[in-house]
């Protein structure tokens, strides 16, 4: 199968998981990516994941966000090291980097100074905040990001305090909207010629992400969304939505009519609400309680197929060995084995395949990340024969 970025070059200058999930996608897509690494350790993401589940010596997030592809070690701050830089860039479809402000432009590799030796690159920046404003040089990580952007406030139970999200949303978010402009950006290039400087932020994607949420907020005279006591789960959602312990497990309930739930449930009380006026909305604590109570009697397992039945929506809360195991993930076939030899001897290794298909293939995973500067001598000699 012929991958729609086959032929396309990129130059990743990024470390940790934004721009490195970014060229992840390119990648997927069939873009050959360049890992221009630090000598001394390489990304700091080799060896930042504090587990003991280890890759060869790498950490498995690295391997996670950097399978399929290569790597070289230049020291940019050397002459040698940014001459080698400038080679690469000179060739490359597309530049990534995720310095901080003013970082990348003193070491010579900043967008004005790419495009002066490739004008119609197009060249990807991610920063933390932006370039403007007090923010702008503070350090552009996952969790102060999530600090600053509101969206701890989001999660979680009344009273509980700021939530953090489990996961690097704004790593992951970022990089898949750095990489979305960089194809939009590629497709302007195959029409035009034109090149482009495609720049986002950790603040400006996790504002993104709660762009439904903020535009009531800012419409409604900044009236603060509040948090349930119980089965809190979105702040502008009536009753029911949330998730609600059961006599065994849990049991997420999504958007109900009230007096069909009211009726599956052998509850009038809450069938009583279906005809007042924004009261899903108004008197949610108090359905929610009843719903609470009454979930206690009955498992997760018979309520999800009781309530199914009924055409509401709700679903069992699962572990992720309960989901791995289910016959509708593994359709899927999201999952992929295979030999690497990062290690002293191979090592069968497990990893998550790309979340998309094209003419009904998902893209193959055919190496795990590379080692420190493992195709450095054949990069270096295919560039300088240039």
């Known amino acids: 199968m012929f991958w729609p970025l086959e032929g396309i070059l990129v130059v990743d200058f990024s470390q940790f998981l934004a721009g490195p999930y970014a060229a992840l996608r390119l990648q997927d897509m069939g873009a050959r990516v ?13 060896h930042h994941y ?83 404003g007090d923010w702008a040089d503070t350090p552009g990580q996952d969790l102060l990001a999530q600090a600053r952007s509101g969206v701890m406030w989001l999660s979680g139970n009344h009273g509980a305090g700021p939530v953090p999200i489990g996961l690097p949303l704004a790593d992951i978010s970022t990089g898949a909207n750095l990489a979305t402009g960089i194809l939009g950006a590629l497709l302007r290039h195959a029409r035009s010629g034109q090149g482009a400087h495609v720049e986002t932020s950790l603040l400006e994607s996790l504002t993104d992400m709660q762009f439904e949420l903020l535009t009531t907020y800012l419409n409604n005279g900044h009236c603060l969304p509040q948090r349930l006591e119980q089965g809190s789960a979105h702040r502008y959602l009536g009753a029911p939505y949330g998730v609600f312990d059961t006599k065994e497990g849990q049991l997420a309930l999504a958007m109900s009519r009230l007096d069909l739930l009211g009726q599956a449930l052998e509850l009038p009380e809450i069938a009583a609400y279906a005809d007042a006026p924004d009261a899903s909305f108004s008197a949610r604590d108090k359905i929610h309680a009843l719903i609470a109570q009454r979930l206690q009697k009955q498992t997760a397992a018979a309520l999800e197929t009781a309530l199914g039945r009924a055409g509401l929506w709700c679903a069992k809360v699962l ?68």
């Open 34 to 46: 360049i890992k221009v690494e630090n000598p001394d350790g390489g990304d700091l993401c080799r």
């Open 319 to 386: 572990s992720w060995d309960d989901m791995l195991a289910h016959g509708s993930f593994q359709a899927l076939d999201m999952l992929r084995t295979i030999e690497t030899q990062i290690a002293t001897a191979p090592q069968p290794v497990q990893f998550v395949r790309a979340p998309f298909r094209i003419d009904g293939a998902r893209p193959q995973i055919d190496s795990a990340g590379p080692a420190l500067n493992a195709d450095g001598a054949e990069i270096l000699a295919e560039f300088d024969a240039d």
């Open 50 to 132: 504090l587990s003991q589940t280890r890759i060869g010596t790498d950490s498995t997030l690295f391997h996670a966000i950097n399978r399929g592809k290569q790597s070289v070690t230049l020291d940019l701050k050397s002459a040698a090291g940014l001459a080698a830089a400038r080679k690469l860039v000179a060739k490359a479809d597309v530049v990534i980097q995720n310095f901080r402000p003013s970082v990348i432009d003193r070491l010579g590799l900043g967008y004005d100074a790419v495009r002066a030796i490739n004008p119609d690159v197009i060249y990807g920046s991610i920063s933390g905040y932006g370039t403007q």
